[in-house]
Nanobody
Framework: QVQLVESGGGLVQAGDSLRLSCAAS????????MGWFRQAPGKEREFVAAISRSGANTYYSDSVKGRFTISRDSGKSTAYLQMDSLKPEDTAVYYCASGKIYFSSSYYSARSYDYWGQGTQVTVSS
């Protein structure tokens, strides 16, 4: 059974840092790209960051580039999202996802991902 379990969310102040984790099971982790998306109240789910199967390539939305870092540990079947210099507009539920992605442009689309976690809440106060 495929499972993606996010953890690490919470309530922080603007400028603080958080590290989200996504523990994967039930599939061959090294065969799947991993991505992070987020959804704020009343807004559509949006792409945040993604990493290729090997970890050699990473992708970020313009809104988080330079502040967030995605990584993966195949030995632990876990993906991470290090979030620094957090802003109130980063407040959202963060979801991790996995998919077999072969084209760079596909990393940004939620439709490219097969499996999703339940999400973890991140709240940034001003």
């Amino acid at each position: 059974q495929v499972q993606l379990v996010e953890s690490g969310g919470g309530l922080v102040q603007a400028g603080d840092s958080l590290r989200l984790s996504c523990a994967a099971s039930g599939f061959t982790f090294s065969s799947y790209a991993m991505g992070w998306f987020r959804q704020a109240p009343g807004k559509e789910r949006e792409f945040v960051a993604a990493i290729s199967r090997s970890g050699a390539n990473t992708y970020y939305s313009d809104s988080v580039k330079g502040r967030f870092t995605i990584s993966r540990d195949s030995g632990k079947s876990t993906a991470y999202l290090q979030m620094d210099s957090l802003k109130p507009e980063d407040t959202a539920v963060y979801y991790c996802a996995s998919g077999k992605i072969y084209f760079s442009s596909s990393y940004y689309s939620a439709r490219s991902y097969d499996y999703w976690g339940q999400g973890t809440q991140v709240t940034v106060s001003s």
